[in-house]
């Protein structure tokens, strides 16, 4: 498959060098060919420019898929594809100087259509006015008779004098001199056709590029607008998972201190805090009081009453 694009592309460059050629032709073409000649050759040129931006865009697709296709990893490519990445690297160089020179060769054929049509403008202005300087002597019989005698004498030939045109034949040459003129005209306007033509076409691929681009810009719209109602979501859905989260940390620190204190802090302080305390306030003397204390401190055994009979004993003889 690269061998098969390579040989493509390099068509591709002959063609355009071909069509360089074509446009040195059109930049220093001769103003006395016909009009018809010269718009042939930039429609020649106009529609192998056009031939080879598409072959050359066809191409650049399939470059892609040829790209995409060799990312596959080391290990399931076989020994013989080893070259392939070689020959899509410089396939893809080739590429993009084709595309490079397509740009220039349309600026070049532009200036050369400009300067060939100007060149063609400025002989039909020549020939005008030098057909115009031909028909002024002739307007006066005798004035240009003898200036016609006077330029054959110079040259030492022996000219014949002319003869007063007759009505018929001043009329015959008017009708000649508004046949050229028409033609030159209906050339000119010839030319000017294959132009709007090629202005006409030039506006239409303009007008798709951006109703393309339009579609694309309003894809991207509306992906932005989805983008951000997402990241609406989510930051309130941050939010809320945050409160969660602290609330569950307030909660765990506040049940793993309660535990602490229940665990490791509650009896130590109740033996050694609580209880002096209650056992040397004025209420200490009644041993019911303080024996009662004690079973419910976890004295009592199960043995039938032994220790609250112990219990009652030491408080009896503390006090």
């Known amino acids: 498959m690269s061998l098969s694009l390579t ?48 072959t050359l865009a066809l191409l650049r697709q399939e470059l892609d898929d040829d790209d995409s296709s060799s990312k596959i990893p080391a290990s399931r490519r076989r020994p013989l594809d080893n070259s392939a990445p070689r020959e899509l690297e410089h396939n893809t160089d080739l590429e993009a100087r084709l595309s490079e020179d397509l740009k220039t060769a349309r600026g070049r054929f532009r200036r ?12 039909k202005r020549k020939e005008r006015e030098a057909l115009f300087r031909r028909k002024e002597p002739g307007a006066d019989g005798d004035d240009g008779s003898d200036g016609l005698q006077r ?7 022996q000219a014949q004098p002319t003869q007063r045109l007759t009505a018929d034949e001043l009329a015959r040459n008017a009708s000649d001199d508004v046949t050229r003129a028409l033609r030159r005209a209906h050339d000119l306007l010839s030319a000017n056709l294959a132009q709007s033509q090629f202005a ?10 951006l109703k393309a681009l339009s579609e694309s810009y309003g894809g991207t719209t509306d992906l932005l607008k989805a983008s951000r109602g997402l990241v609406g979501q989510l930051v309130r859905s941050n939010k809320s998972d945050t409160w969660y989260l602290q609330t569950a940390f307030y909660i765990m620190a506040i049940t793993i201190a309660w535990l602490v204190f229940r665990r490791l802090l509650y009896g130590p302080l109740w033996w050694l805090v609580f209880l002096p305390l209650k056992l040397e306030s004025p209420a200490a003397g009644k041993g019911g009081w303080v024996a009662q204390t004690i079973a419910t401190a976890g004295l009592d055994k199960d043995d039938g009453g032994q220790g609250w009979q112990d219990g009652r004993g030491v408080a009896s003889s503390h006090l």
């Open 7 to 54: 040989r493509r592309l390099q068509s591709v460059q002959a063609a355009h060098k071909a069509t360089l050629v074509l446009i040195e032709q059109l930049q220093t073409f001769d103003p006395s060919l016909p009009d018809k000649d010269r718009v042939d050759l930039a429609s020649q040129i106009h529609d192998s420019l056009k031939e080879q931006e598409d």
């Open 112 to 123: 050369a259509q400009l300067q060939a049509k100007k060149r063609a403008d400025d002989a």
């Open 151 to 157: 330029r054959y004498s110079r040259r030492g030939t």
């Open 200 to 209: 006409q076409q030039t506006l239409d691929e303009s007008q798709s590029a």
